[in-house]
């Protein structure tokens, strides 16, 4: 058995890391079950092994609302240079709250995501995505992530909460800088911003309702069912959860590009397409890192006794690859059932969004590489640039060459 204190905080993010996290993750999963990390200038307990990671995820009396335990939690923070901050209301959505604080906001938010609402929103998916790739140059290099994957999702987000047309260039920017900028103060700034953009919307709504999720959320407002940070921090978990299918769709075209044989596969048999969605979020997951949880009693997890008043992350890309739980965990096979898989979480803060986001990865994967089939990488895979990000598993860009 181990503790805090035995031993030093394993440095994770390396140039290596950023382009190919699975071997020193892999490596990981050797050693006992979690270590200690370094990010956003806290130190932070790694879980990555399969069952750790359930473990941990379902266990309620471990908080998400970290807000509530600042002072507790104050010993956590040894890198305060790194450390970026939000504007406090925007932590007040189910994504941080627990027990009937996050049951009361996510029962309001029930009848948004139900199947028959999720497969609604089929037809303007395959609208939006004919339209983007009507007008995609062929034969020629492009960056899938900002005239395909971003673009795609961004106008079904848009017309989905209320977003108007002509404001949707900027938020997406400023949610991947939230993730994954390169500075705590760019981070913040970014912050600051997405604040602002949170409080014009709700303003907007109130001024000129739509049938659309942001004015429910106002109309949620004045019948005190949400307070308004609640309000405010909503708009915000739609704004940032609603973009991450961009990713998710640039790091499928990766994966099927790079195994043409997959991609010969399901082109074949488009039954195997929701198939093949599951088994990327598995192999590539986006958000390779799970937020930290807090634990206000000490743990044991393995030989390792976390204390109290520690933060735990779950390395879900790595328990989405440990071997005893998926057979060759490494290799890319959409036939093989992926089903329960880690990447959209688990138990009480699994995400509410996950039929719609692999929705979009079907639907915009597919009608990309049915009517172009020969899309190629137009630069080496080893070429390509990821954002520096700890949580994250994001491409700066995606260039491909459009083909027939």
Known sequence: MCSASDGNIFRLISGQFLRDPYPTLAALQEKPGVVPIVTNGLRMWLVTRYDDAKRVLADQSLGKDLVA?????EHCMVRPEQHARLPRPLRRSMFEQDGASHRRQRSLLAHLFTPRRVASMRPELERVADDLLDALPTDDAIDFVRGYSRPLVTTVLGDFVGVPPDARDEFPDWENLILTATSAEEATEAGRKMYDFCHEMVALKRKEPH?????????MAREDKLDEEELVATVFLFLVAGVEATSAMANGALVLMTHPDQLTKVLADPSLWPGCVEEILRFETSFRILPPRHCPTPIELDEVT????????????????DPSRFEHPDVFDITRPSHDHLAFGHGPHRCYGAALGKLEVEVGLSKLLTRYPRTKLAIAPES??????T????????????RQ
């Open 69 to 73: 335990v600042k002072e507790k939690i």
């Open 211 to 219: 049938e659309d999720v942001f004015t429910e959320l106002v109309t």
């Open 306 to 321: 976390i204390p109290a008043d520690e933060l735990i992350v779950v390395a879900n890309s790595a328990a989405n690859r």
């Open 384 to 389: 390509l640039r990821w954002r520096p990000a």
């Open 391 to 402: 949580f994250l598993r994001r491409l700066e860009s995606l260039p491909v060459v459009v």
